[in-house]
């Protein structure tokens, strides 16, 4: 069984920072891209940030030059690091993977359970 456990949501002021994190665990063979994605009350999921096995990266028009995302191979974890947040960042924010599974060596799409983001004005 495989799972994806995100940390590190809560409320902040407009202009703050905030990171999270989310850490791969179980029957992993390996971990292909890594992603955050979010969603506010009324609206669609969209995608946030994505990143590669290989460390390539994309963004969010909305989030460019104000969140990185990051990760650690070993640990099987993604960051985001969300700097000069913004009240319309506000949203519940979900960590996703594609997740090549053992003994299968299927790959899997997983979603954690999401974490609030929250930013006041």
């Known amino acids: 069984q495989v799972q994806l456990v995100e940390s590190g949501g809560g409320l902040v002021q407009a202009g703050g920072s905030l990171r999270l994190s989310c850490a791969a665990s179980g029957s992993i063979f390996s971990i292909n ?13 969209e995608l946030v940030a994505v990143i590669t096995s290989g460390g390539s990266t994309n963004y969010a028009n909305s989030v460019k030059g104000r969140f990185t995302i990051s990760r650690d191979s070993a640990k099987n974890t993604v960051y985001l690091q ?9 949203a519940v924010y979900y960590c996703n993977a594609e997740i090549i599974r053992l003994p299968s060596r299927v790959p899997f799409n997983y979603w954690g ?7 006041s004005s």
Do not use: F, H, I
């Not at 969300?82 to 009240?87: A, D, E, G, I, Q």
């Open 33 to 45: 891209d890594m992603g955050w994605y979010r969603q506010a009350p009324g609206k669609q999921r």
């Open 82 to 90: 969300m700097n000069s947040l913004k009240p319309e960042d506000t």
């Open 113 to 119: 359970q999401g974490t609030q983001v929250t930013v």
